[in-house]
């Protein structure tokens, strides 16, 4: 069975920076492209960022650009978003998905979803 967990969410002031990892358990992560999204009270679910398989490309919403890197470690079979300079408007709960198709490409459609974890900013 597939697992992706999320962690690393938390509160923290405006301008601050979080790391959010993405462990998966059950199936490799190596051929798979990953996407991070969020969702904020109501509003839709949104993409925030992707990186390919081998990770040689990563992909960022506008609005995160500059202040989000994603990353992975295939030895670790997860993947991470760094986030800085974080902003209000980043509060959300932040979901990784994984597309485990081979060759699987950004932006991520389909595959797994985690739980997600909630990230606050506030003063």
């Known amino acids: 069975q597939v697992q992706l967990v999320e962690s690393g969410g938390d509160l923290v002031q405006p301008g601050g920076s979080l790391r959010l990892s993405c462990a998966a358990s059950g199936a490799t992560l190596d051929y798979a492209a990953i996407g991070w999204f969020r969702q904020a009270p109501g509003k839709e679910r949104e993409g925030v960022s992707c990186?390919?398989?081998?990770?040689?490309?990563?992909y960022y919403a506008d609005s995160v650009k500059g202040r989000f890197t994603m990353s992975r470690d295939n030895a670790k079979n997860t993947v991470y978003l760094q986030m800085n300079s974080l902003k209000p408007e980043d509060t959300a709960v932040y979901y990784c998905?994984?597309?485990?198709?081979?060759?699987?490409?950004?932006?991520?459609?389909?595959?797994?979803w985690g739980q997600g974890t909630q990230v606050n900013v506030s003063s």
């Open positions: 998905r994984a597309d485990l198709r081979f060759g699987s490409r950004c932006p991520v459609v389909t595959g797994f």
């Open positions: 990186i390919s398989s081998s990770g040689a490309k990563t």
